[in-house]
């Protein structure tokens, strides 16, 4: 199962904002044995985006947006997609009665504009937000693809995207495709070396890192190299016991 993280946001494009989102979201997928093959950014650009959303439906099956559930005119996300699939808003009563309840626990009025969050495409399932005015959806597309695709989106706010981000989850493992998908995670672990250089060290493992599971992968730091060894199994426990050995091995061959 392949899934696709996509940023959507100017002020990213311009370098206003660093995009911290796709790597804590490649994270969490790999926890349920779900591969990210993309991370994609895009403008607020209703064009661009609808480009973006065709090009990642052919090669992934899962589609994350972040960004562009605000209320402004340039928060686009929900509605392009809508728009790109032909699909009808409607606005849904529970987000609605959750968006005035944050705005009235603050003694705050909310404008017609916070209601545009409420929005979403009439088949979309919420997923909702604790701690914000912007709610996500969850969205089986898959009928309309013609193959299994899935939708999520979330704010671009990471604290707000931690915080929606089980409910997003717990949707998309309740997806019968997925069964099997979520039975096995990825695990991942590090040795850190010093007083040798990458190219070096990678000549004393290359046989290692043409292995398939376990995977094994330097990266130069400042001052040291960091081996990451990685295999995907059942459970994290199977994981460790696939990982060991390898470990073993390299801490042989570079005793030194």
């Not at 706010?157 to 995670?185: C, F, H, I, N, T």
């Amino acid at each position: 199962m392949k899934a696709e993280i996509i940023a959507v946001g100017t002020e990213l494009l311009l370098g206003d904002i660093v995009n911290t989102n796709a790597p804590w979201i490649s994270k969490a997928l790999s926890k349920i044995g779900v591969d990210v093959f993309y991370h994609t950014a895009v403008g607020d650009n209703p064009t661009r985006i609808k480009q973006i959303v065709a090009q990642a439906l052919e090669r992934s099956d899962i589609l994350i947006f972040t960004g562009g559930l605000g209320p402004t005119e340039d928060d686009l996300t929900i509605a392009t997609l809508a728009d790109y699939f032909d699909v009808s808003m409607i606005s849904d009563p529970a987000s609605e009665k959750a968006i005035a309840s944050f705005f009235i626990a603050r003694g705050m009025q909310h404008s017609k504009s916070n209601l545009k969050q409420a929005l979403r495409p009439e088949d979309a399932r919420v997923i909702d937000n604790p701690i914000g005015t912007a709610p996500g959806i969850f969205w089986d597309v898959s009928s309309k693809t013609g193959r299994q695709n899935w939708i999520l989106t979330f704010p671009g706010v990471p604290k707000e995207l931690y915080a929606m981000w089980e409910q997003g989850q717990d949707y998309l493992l309740e997806s019968s495709e997925l069964q099997g998908v979520s039975a096995r995670v990825l695990h991942s672990e590090s040795l850190h070396f010093f007083g040798i250089g990458e190219s070096t060290l990678g000549e004393k493992l290359t046989d290692l890192m043409q292995q398939a599971n376990p995977t094994v992968a330097p990266y130069v730091g400042r001052s040291e190299v960091r081996v990451r060894v990685s295999a995907k199994a059942e459970s994290p426990e199977q994981a460790k016991q696939l990982i060991a050995p390898v470990k073993a091995e390299i801490i042989t061959r570079l005793s030194d």
